[in-house]
C-alpha cells in the first residue's frame, strides 16, 4: 500500500512519517511531500520516495498521486482491459500504470481476470471494497472540484 504524507516538513508530517516507520512500515511504500526542498532529501535519503506537492500549482498534484485516482476513477465505470485503461488514464507510463495496478490489487481494491486465451486477455475491475471507497471519493473530488478556484486563491 502506498502512504501519501502530504505537509513532511509541518507540524505533523514528521510525526506521522516517523509513527508509520515505528509501526513497521516499509519506506519504499511512504510518498512525502513538502514544500521545503531540504527535507525531501532527507527523507530521500532515508528511502522514502519524495514528490512536489504544492496545491497552488496543480501540475504538482496528479505526479503525486502518480495514477491512483485516475485509475479508480476510470475503473468506476465498469471492467477495462490493459490497453483500454492505457488509453483512459492519461499522463501516466506504461511501468507506472503495472505498479499501481499491483498496488491496488494487493490492497484489494481492483481485481484483476486473466483469461486463457490467444492472445492473452486480461481485465480489471474494482472490488466491492472499491466500488464503496468510490461512493466515498467521487462527492469529494466533486467537492474539490467545485471548489478549486476558492481553495488556490487562499493559498
Same mark, same amino acid.
Given at each position: 500500500?502506498?502512504?501519501?504524507?502530504?505537509?513532511?516538513?509541518?507540524?505533523?508530517?514528521?510525526?506521522?512519517?516517523?509513527?508509520?516507520?515505528?509501526?513497521?512500515?516499509?519506506?519504499?511504500?511512504?510518498?512525502?511531500?513538502?514544500?521545503?526542498?531540504?527535507?525531501?532529501?532527507?527523507?530521500?535519503?532515508?528511502?522514502?520516495?519524495?514528490?512536489?506537492?504544492?496545491?497552488? /500549482?496543480?501540475?504538482?498534484?496528479?505526479?503525486?498521486? *502518480? +495514477? &491512483?485516482?485516475?485509475?479508480? =476513477? $476510470?475503473? @468506476?465505470?465498469? #471492467? %477495462? /482491459?490493459?490497453?483500454?485503461?492505457?488509453?483512459?488514464? *492519461? +499522463? &501516466?507510463?506504461?511501468?507506472? =500504470? $503495472?505498479? @499501481?495496478?499491483? #498496488? %491496488?490489487?494487493?490492497?484489494?481494491?481492483?481485481?484483476?481476470?486473466?483469461?486463457?486465451?490467444?492472445?492473452?486477455?486480461?481485465?480489471?475491475?474494482? #472490488?466491492?471494497?472499491?466500488?464503496?471507497?468510490?461512493?466515498?471519493?467521487?462527492?469529494?473530488?466533486?467537492?474539490?472540484?467545485?471548489?478549486?478556484?476558492?481553495?488556490?486563491?487562499?493559498?
Amino acid at each position: 500500500m502506498t502512504i501519501l504524507v502530504t505537509a513532511a516538513s509541518g507540524h505533523f508530517g514528521p510525526l506521522v512519517i516517523e509513527s508509520l516507520l515505528a509501526r513497521g512500515a516499509d519506506p519504499a511504500d511512504i510518498v512525502a511531500s513538502a514544500r521545503d526542498t531540504s527535507k525531501l532529501e532527507e527523507l530521500a535519503a532515508r528511502g522514502i520516495r519524495t514528490v512536489e506537492l504544492d496545491y497552488a /500549482r496543480p501540475e504538482t498534484i496528479a505526479p503525486a498521486l *502518480e +495514477g &491512483i485516482d485516475t485509475v479508480l =476513477l $476510470a475503473l @468506476t465505470d465498469g #471492467t %477495462l /482491459r490493459w490497453g483500454e485503461l492505457r488509453r483512459e488514464v *492519461e +499522463g &501516466i507510463s506504461e511501468k507506472m =500504470l $503495472a505498479s @499501481t495496478l499491483r #498496488t %491496488l490489487e494487493a490492497d484489494g481494491l481492483v481485481e484483476r481476470t486473466s483469461y486463457p486465451e490467444v492472445p492473452p486477455r486480461v481485465e480489471y475491475s474494482l #472490488t466491492e471494497l472499491g466500488h464503496e471507497l468510490m461512493e466515498r471519493m467521487l462527492p469529494l473530488v466533486e467537492w474539490v472540484a467545485a471548489n478549486a478556484g476558492e481553495i488556490v486563491s487562499d493559498a
